[in-house]
């Protein structure tokens, strides 16, 4: 693919990823992309490369609130090799895109409403020139004060034209007055997590003939951004084909458009193929980041520790723009009491604009934040209770057929007291030893800690949440399957953007047609959209949408030989990669059974239909639901408030696991980010500026910081999920950071009401001054 | 020439001579950190990597002296790592792998940060840097080399060639306070010596200050507490704290986004209590 | 600046015309067409560029391309067996233990593990961990990448998988 001389043979195709791999569904499967990957000859978007390509550089605000006096750009089309400079009076089409609702500037003209927000963009012939323009363009900003408080914003002067709000949901369920004779409440933040993944923001854009553009980038959602790219630079959708490049991770910061349109507009411009690549403070100031959120919550019990009530109120701080945040704030309210039986409730949820950097997709989607306030309320309830906190949780539990705050009855399965029982079951770590070295205790490589200082705590989480859209959105996903003397040929849009689909769609294919050469072309917009990687989603929407054009395929293959033999279709059927007859009469391989014909069929698959929330937040919204439980096992240093996570016990319910290596995978990972949130990673913001975006100070686990994890998986098929299964994705990233942060109170009795958990609040906080109310009300 | 490769010291201070703006490359960790974000302009350079002589160390009964361009992870090497343990210990804290393979010692001191893990060390050892400009040779104090944050005595054209450290035949120690396990700057630290021959405590801390600060206060009382024929501190557990204390007496830090002046405060309280108490041991508390 | 000269995997390629401030990452992917180290932050804080100079494992980000003439520098394209589609017994071990899930990190991740098992042939678990304390992975949580480096331990010291 690339001669080592020149860059002139590097292509801007993405790579050729199949790899010969097998397995089946059940089976772990290796990665048809993992060969490339681990050479070196994956291409991912940042590596792609085109002849007399441009490369593009965007000019942001440096202010979270401003007003734009003037932009000249004079001194920017100076700069040597500087091809063009675009701003707002160069977007031939609509002005404004959003993932949901349109209403971020391409470039901001009038207002800037968040320190990051671009304002125009270069193209040039070396990344340095480009950047170097970018600087050189002089922006009058007349600064205004920030609106960085959440609560200020709801009641404050509208920042955005749609107003602050972004949803504003109530549910109301059961008796409004009904109380338990315990109570306790408390107030919880969550700072704002980043999703950090390696592979900064980077596509390449290059000029069609026909006038029209084709982008090939890392995303989540193709076809949403080729919608949003083709209104924004004014052509027809059938003019903008967008192709999936060489993905380095995502976690929900690529569902949004980042740099599309601005590379559509340069190399439409040019006439040149515009690359952009975003440095990694770029990466931090160009993409949503996980709300964070203040979360009020009371719960009332019966004194045996029966859920009685619920009240809750989440603010969830979204940014300067919409993007997810009106699904994110139903989720949130939603999921509020956890997977517990909660007959009474009232939930107030908001998300609303300020001028903090725009808050959308990451991992968790709303669960991450109310997760950590009802798991530090069920230890609360259970100390008022004088329960044991693993006995509170079972004795609460919801199952199959008990009711969500929504209303909607669980028709599917959600093993809650499974996933607690088998996650307390599993080993605990080793006890700590004073011969350990000292590396291993809290302070790491900066061994500030002997193991006198040492406690040790445990702690415990549950969490759960929705799979796929919900509230009643139309979701599907079209895959199309050819086979052709026993190599089949997968063609789906779904992105892979590390997660392992790629993998999923060949054991679909193998299992259902019996062969073993699966190919899986590179998602482009050619063929219908798979909706996003995201709400662990696509195993189950697009791996149904695999599993049906493979079967209509194994029916059209079986059919012919059907004909062609002379025997009934009912008595075929593929096993072992052979077409066989009941009689024995049929035996030949699927390589074999139809010589030179070509099988193609495509299918649309989707999950069973959805409703809106009503007024009152009740409505049969949600597809399907996951939990899983958390142990945490952490040594703590009281002293210098720091902490070892040294081990992460899990039970996840799974549906069924498809790729039992692609699961642990998942369920490590999401670990790891949900040990981050608990200990390190906050974007600090100071008057809505981003004051750590770099990975110097944007701390994420490294591998001295990864716990050891001991996974164990629930396997009961899900009713109507394709093979059973469920994704996986985003449990394991809900309740592991309240286990790591309930395990740290354990060990020290600080209240720990926020995440992350900072060293300060550990070791500055005077202990045993827990400030929950709990009061006996009867 | 843009980019000169000098063999020899006195070639690399011609070099510099002849460009006083290049810029002087050595591990090149913090320069390309600042290259790449587009805030240092680079018109000439003057690589050291061909210069061996900086790359070499070497001691005597009271000294080692220590070239300029050494790594971390040289200083972690088995002999030196016995002869200087606490800049073993720092420079095992900085950073990655990938990061102690590069950077030099003399690039922890030109770029003078207050969270340079080297310095506090050197601070403790009262370490002298040796410089070679056009002029000659000339040796600071460390004390009087870092000047302020980011600020040396460094003149232009000259090349710092060596930190020497005396051979101390007590007790050294370095801890520092990160909020990741591996791979963070300093929220604090602590280099602690101990010299049973002159009777002397030396305490140096970084990131809770300018420049690494020395601590003469808590440093005369500990010497005067410390049981030197037992090397025991009679006192016990309570004097180690009350070491701390009078540290972090002298501390000066600042918030910032990595953590709070508070915290920092507390936390080389904490940790120098921890050195001493590890140093000596105490009878009883 | 004129022209300069770097050695990477055994072969002396030519520079000409590159501005003076670029990093080695910059040279070697975009002048050098050799994309295999990756450029996640350019502050030798995720180690995705990682390659061997002199012997010793860097970040490319942070080595000034113009300053490196004279070194060896070998890159992942020059460390792995030529053919394509044949690997290093690490890179088989990433590829079945599950190591890989974005692969963005994996380049680096490679370079610092046949770094540690050249110093290191059996390194203890706490030794994995500090050796690759400086590749950020976001996607694999380490623990696959830690099984592969164990099962590559065991298949070279004979022994079985711990």
């Known amino acids: 693919m690339r001669s080592a001389s020149t860059g002139t043979t590097r292509s801007a195709a993405p790579t050729d990823t199949n790899q010969v791999t097998s397995g089946r569904i059940g089976e772990s499967a290796r990665r048809p992309d993992g060969g490339p990957k681990v050479r070196g000859e994956f291409a991912f978007t940042s590596d792609l490369w085109a002849d007399r390509m441009l490369w593009g550089s965007t000019l942001r605000s440096p202010h979270a609130a401003a007003r734009i006096v003037s932009v000249d750009i004079s001194a920017a089309l100076s700069v040597r090799g500087v091809a063009s400079v675009l701003t707002a009076t160069d977007v031939p089409g609509a002005p404004l895109y959003g993932l949901e609702v349109r209403d971020q500037p391409v470039f901001a003209s009038d207002v800037v409403r968040y320190c990051g927000e671009p304002i125009a963009a270069v193209a040039a012939d070396h990344p340095d020139s480009a950047r170097r323009a970018a600087a050189a363009i002089r922006v009058d900003y007349d600064v205004r004060t920030p609106v960085v408080d959440a609560e200020a914003a709801i009641v404050g002067a509208p920042l955005h034209p749609d107003g602050n709000l972004f949803r504003h949901l109530f549910i109301r369920h059961g008796d409004p007055a009904a109380r338990g004779a315990v109570s306790v409440e408390g107030t919880y933040d969550i700072g704002m997590q980043d999703q950090a993944f390696m592979g900064p923001e980077s596509g390449l854009a290059i000029p069609a003939e026909d006038g029209g553009v084709d982008l090939v980038v890392s995303t989540q959602w193709l076809h949403n951004d080729r919608d949003q790219v083709a209104e924004c630079v004014g052509l ?5 084909r967008l192709t999936l490049g060489g993905v380095g991770g995502a976690f929900g910061a690529r569902e949004d458009v980042s740099l599309h349109v601005h590379a559509c507009l340069l190399a439409l411009r040019t006439g040149r193929p515009v690359k952009m690549v975003y440095s990694r403070q770029e990466s931090f100031l160009g993409h949503v980041h996980r709300h964070p959120a203040r979360i009020w919550m009371r719960h009332t019990a019966d004194p045996d520790g029966t859920i009685v009530s619920f009240e809750a109120r989440i603010v969830l701080d979204g940014g300067a723009y919409r993007s997810s945040s009106f699904h994110v704030v139903a989720n949130a309210s939603c999921f509020a009491a956890g997977p517990y039986r909660v007959p009474n409730a009232l939930i107030e949820g908001i998300g609303v604009r300020t001028n903090n950097p725009p808050c959308g997709a990451m991992r968790g989607f709303g669960a991450v934040q109310v997760c950590f306030a009802h798991e530090a309320q069920m230890d609360r309830l259970a100390r008022a209770c004088g329960i044991d906190p693993i006995e509170l949780r079972l004795h609460n539990a919801l199952s199959s057929g008990d009711r969500l705050l929504t209303g909607q009855r669980i028709d599917g399965v959600l093993p809650v007291a499974d996933v607690i029982r088998r996650t ?9 030893s004073a011969a350990d070295d000292p590396m291993t205790r809290p302070g790491g490589a900066g061994r500030t800690t002997d193991a006198g200082d040492v406690r040790r705590g445990v702690g415990f989480a549950v969490g759960f949440k929705n799979l796929m859209y919900a509230e009643g959105y139309m979701d599907g996903s079209v895959a199309a399957c050819r086979l052709v003397d026993g190599l089949a040929t997968v063609r789906c849009a779904a992105a892979e953007v590390g997660q392992g689909f790629v993998t999923l769609a060949q054991q679909i294919a193998r299992t259902v047609l019996g062969v073993d050469d699966v190919l899986v072309a590179q998602p482009d917009t050619t063929i219908g959209s798979s909706g996003s990687t995201s709400a662990s989603r696509q195993t189950w929407m697009s791996g149904g949408a695999v599993e049906q054009a493979c079967l209509a395929v194994r029916d059209s293959l079986l059919t012919r030989v059907a004909a062609e033999r002379g025997v ?17 009469g049929v035996d030949v391989t699927v390589a074999e059974a139809a010589p030179g014909v070509v099988f193609e069929e495509e299918r649309e698959f989707h999950h069973r239909v959805t409703h809106p929330l009503d007024t009152d937040g009740q409505g049969d919204a949600h597809v399907s639901l996951a939990c899983a439980a958390h142990r945490a096992v952490v040594d703590v240093d009281p002293e210098l408030g720091l902490v070892r996570v040294v081990q992460v016990a899990t039970a996840q319910d799974v549906g069924r696991a498809l790729n039992p290596v692609q699961v ?5 990972g999401g670990i790891a980010q949900g040990v981050g949130l608990a200990v390190m990673e906050e974007l600090l913001l100071l008057d809505g500026r981003p004051r750590n975006p770099s990975f110097t100070d944007y701390l994420i686990p490294t591998a001295l910081d990864m716990p050891e994890v001991v996974a164990t998986l629930v396997e009961e098929p899900e009713p109507g999920a394709p093979f059973g299964a469920k994704g996986v994705g985003e449990p394991p990233v809900i309740s592991s950071t309240p286990a790591v942060v309930a395990a740290i109170r354990d060990a020290t009795s600080a209240p720990l009401t926020r995440v992350p958990v900072r060293p300060d609040d550990i070791a500055l906080s005077a202990n045993g001054t827990d400030d929950e109310r709990t009061m006996e009300t009867s | 020439m843009a980019v000169a490769f000098p063999t020899t010291i006195d070639d690399a201070v011609a070099a510099l001579v002849a460009e006083p703006t290049a810029l002087v490359l050595a591990g090149g960790t913090d320069a390309l950190v600042a290259i790449n974000a587009g805030l240092t302009e680079v018109s000439s350079v003057v690589a050291l ?24 992870t040289d200083l972690l090497g088995d002999e030196l790592g016995e002869l200087v343990p606490a800049l073993a210990q720092a420079a095992r804290t900085v950073g990655s792998p990938q990061i102690r393979n590069a950077g030099t010692i003399g690039g922890n001191l030109a770029t003078a940060s207050p969270a340079g893990d080297t310095l506090p060390v050197l601070a403790a050892l009262d370490a002298t840097i040796d410089l070679v400009g056009p002029d000659g040779h000339r040796s600071l104090l460390l004390s009087d080399f870092v000047l302020g944050p980011k600020r040396t005595a460094l003149d232009p054209g000259e090349l710092i060639v060596a930190a020497r450290v005396p051979l101390v035949g007590g007790h050294q120690q370095y801890r520092k306070v990160g909020v990741r396990n591996a791979m963070v700057i300093a929220l604090a630290s602590v280099a602690l010596v101990i010299d049973p021959a002159r009777r002397t405590v030396a305490c140096a801390l970084g990131s809770v200050g300018p420049v690494p600060l020395r601590t003469p206060g808590a440093e005369r009382w500990a010497a005067d507490h410390i049981d030197w024929i037992t090397s025991t501190l009679p006192g016990g557990l309570a004097d180690a704290r009350r070491f701390g204390a009078l540290v972090a007496d002298d501390a000066r830090p600042i918030d910032d986004h990595r953590g709070t002046a508070a915290y920092r405060r507390h936390a080389v309280a904490v940790i120098a209590e921890r050195c001493l108490r590890t140093a000596l041991k105490p009878i009883s508390s | 600046m004129t022209g300069y000269a770097l050695t990477v995997n055994g072969r002396e390629h030519r520079v000409e015309e590159a501005w003076l401030g670029e990093s080695l990452l910059h040279v070697l992917r975009e002048r050098l067409d050799l994309p295999g180290a990756k450029s996640g932050c350019e502050q030798g804080e995720c180690g995705s560029c990682s390659v061997m100079m002199d012997d010793v494992l860097v970040c490319s980000c942070l080595v000034l391309a113009a300053g490196a003439t004279g070194a060896r520098i070998t890159t992942l394209e020059g460390l792995q067996p030529a053919d394509r589609g044949a690997f290093s017994d690490v890179q088989q071990a990433f590829v079945d233990e599950g190591a890989v899930q974005c692969g963005f990190c994996t380049p680096g991740l490679v370079m610092a593990v046949h770094d540690l098992l050249a110093r290191c042939p059996q390194p203890t678990g706490l030794e994995i961990r500090e050796a690759i304390s400086g590749n950020l992975c976001r996607c694999t949580g380490y623990g696959r990448i830690f099984a592969a480096v164990e099962v590559t331990v065991a298949a070279r010291t004979g022994g079985r998988r711990r």
Do not use: C, F, M
């Open chain 1, 664 to 668: 642990i995978g998942q369920i490590e």
């Open chain 1, 568 to 584: 009934p279709v009912e008595l075929l059927r593929i096993q072992d990669a052979r077409v066989l007859s009941h009689d024995g």
């Open chain 2, 49 to 72: 990597r061909n210069v061996t002589e900086l790359r070499t160390w070497r001691h005597d009964r009271d000294q080692v002296v220590l070239g300029a361009g050494l790594t971390y």
């Open chain 1, 236 to 240: 027809p959708p059938e003019k903008v």
């Open chain 1, 424 to 432: 307390v079951a599993l080993p605990l770590p080793p006890v700590a």
